[in-house]
């Protein structure tokens, strides 16, 4: 059939002479060749369906489970608890703290413990302190368990990540990446309508409405933890759903055969982190999620501020998010179909900058149809931007230690643009929020410098490696611009 493709590789069986996990330096007697007949379509398919639906649901929960105190701050959380001045704000901002600090360790003990156990594990805990949110009685309370919530979700992001990297050829990956990236959309747009839903809850079995936006979306949470135990699915080497062609075809189609249980040491993640590019991933990364996050924290408080009911509110929150679903599947879609990145960022940050302009220049219930529209199109830029960068930096990544290392740096990295964003929209501020929109554009700006310098890194390792081949190296990693 046209779309068969066959392949000569020499793949090493499951376990070493010894009987353990086989490192990446296979003993020779224990390599097998096989020449597959492989319907690549077919298993590019199989593969989609056990990677990512399971990874795409784990993470629509985790973040719905991160941004819906957005939801429950427009409802009367802050009455409730006595919350004044920047309370809420540090509510917010508490989460990032562990999330950032464990990016990096929880990738290397996902390498450890495969991906199947460690990130079960990361879902039942994050559901059981969010069910436990709907109960607090004081401010400490609320943030002890968003501190507990950013250390259980650290996890999650980057390894799913890692995780979708070694299963897809990088043009195959932009897609997958935003079909996964995508869910952090849906989430905001879910999060608006089920937080509309939940608004008449107010009262049932004498708790309010925000309580049970934290109660039914930890109940959810612990539920999925159990579908995931059974559905996740480990890197390719270890996938049991393989057959032993199909695993040895992907191995070779994405060049990626080796353990992870290969070591990571103190050398390994100084060298990750020395090289220059990888700083400016970080900072690229950084810079889009501080209007990426004011998007998905502060859209209810910013259309709240135009005189909206709180029912009003929540549904006007859930366009915006399904604008910038659509744009991002777009992008991607013709990034992956022309093998490049960079230009298709850039598209993004254009409607990025659209948006931002009309917000801070346009104000008023007068011009509400031109401030919506400033909404939509920073969803868009933010969000359609950021899930090409993600991919484009951990694509240009090689292996087991530098994808586990460089993905948890990159992400850890890049939150603390979380922590700028929960600062960007106060109170006081409302309802121009000119601190707020300066600030986005300002990073904006800094995204695009920071992505320049990158590309032009990449460039530059390019021209390097076609040196290379052309003086007979032939074993070379393959980089996108």
């Known amino acids: 059939m046209d779309d068969c493709k066959e392949a000569t590789v020499d793949v090493s069986n499951d376990s070493n002479g010894n009987g353990g996990p086989l490192g990446s330096h296979p003993s020779r007697g224990a390599e097998t060749a096989f020449q597959p007949q492989v319907d690549e379509g077919k298993l590019l398919r199989k593969t989609d369906l056990h ?33 004044t001045g920047q309370q809420p704000n540090v509510a917010l901002t508490i989460f ?24 079960t594990g990361c879902i039942l805990c994050f559901g059981i302190i969010m069910l ?74 004498g708790l309010s409405n925000w309580r049970w936006v ?38 070779k189609k994405t060049k990626t055969d080796e353990s992870h249980m290969v070591p ?31 998007v998905s924290y502060f859209t209810p408080t910013i259309i709240q501020a ?24 777009v992008l991607a879609y013709f990034s992956d179909k022309f093998r490049i990145r960079s230009p298709f960022i850039f598209l993004g940050f254009t409607s990025l900058i659209i948006g931002l302009s009309i917000l801070i220049t346009t104000h008023g219930k007068s011009h509400f149809s031109a401030e919506y529209a400033g909404v939509c199109l920073t969803a868009m830029g933010a969000f359609g931007t950021g899930g ?12 087991h230690v530098e994808r586990s290392v460089g993905t948890g740096w990159m992400v850890c990295f890049g939150n603390a643009g979380g922590i700028v ?3 960007c929209f106060l109170k006081k501020d409302a309802p121009y929020y000119h601190t707020g929109y300066s600030i986005c554009l300002g990073m904006g700006a800094l995204c695009g410098v920071s992505c320049i310098c990158y590309a032009l890194l990449i460039w530059r390792e390019k021209r390097a490696i076609s040196r290379n081949v052309r003086e007979g190296d032939t074993a070379q990693h393959i980089l996108y611009l």
């Open 132 to 205: 436990c949110q709907g109960f607090v009685q004081s401010y400490g309370g609320l943030l002890a368990t968003r501190f507990f919530l950013g250390l259980t979700e650290a996890g999650i992001f980057p390894g799913s990540f890692y995780l979708i990297s070694f299963w897809y050829r990088k043009e195959e990956a932009q897609k997958r990446f935003t079909v996964y990236w995508s869910s952090t959309m849906l989430a905001g747009a879910f999060g608006g309508l089920l937080a509309t839903a939940i608004a008449e809850m107010d009262g049932v079995r």
């Open 306 to 329: 135009l005189g909206y009911t709180t029912l009003q509110t929540q549904l006007h929150s859930v366009p915006p998010f399904a604008a910038a679903f659509g744009f991002s599947i």
């Open 96 to 119: 990032f703290a562990p999330y950032i600090v464990f990016e990096i360790p929880s990738n290397l003990m996902m390498k450890r413990f495969t991906p199947r156990y460690w990130l």
């Open 421 to 423: 964003a929960t600062f």
């Open 51 to 83: 990677v990512l639906p399971i990874l795409f649901v784990i993470y629509l929960i985790a973040f719905l489970d991160r941004v819906n105190i957005s939801n429950a701050i427009t409802m009367g959380l802050p009455a409730e608890l006595g919350l």
């Open 388 to 399: 090409i960068i993600v991919c484009w930096f951990i694509m240009n990544l090689q292996g």
């Open 264 to 294: 990571v040491t103190p050398k390994d993640v100084f060298t990750v982190l020395s090289r220059p590019r990888n700083w400016f991933g970080a900072l690229m990364y950084f810079s889009i999620l501080v209007p990426l996050y004011s």
């Open 214 to 251: 934290f109660i039914l979306e930890g109940i959810v949470s612990v539920v999925v933890s159990v579908a995931a135990f059974f559905f996740i699915t480990d890197f390719p080497r270890e996938a049991r759903w393989l057959s032993p062609e199909e695993r040895a075809f992907i191995l």
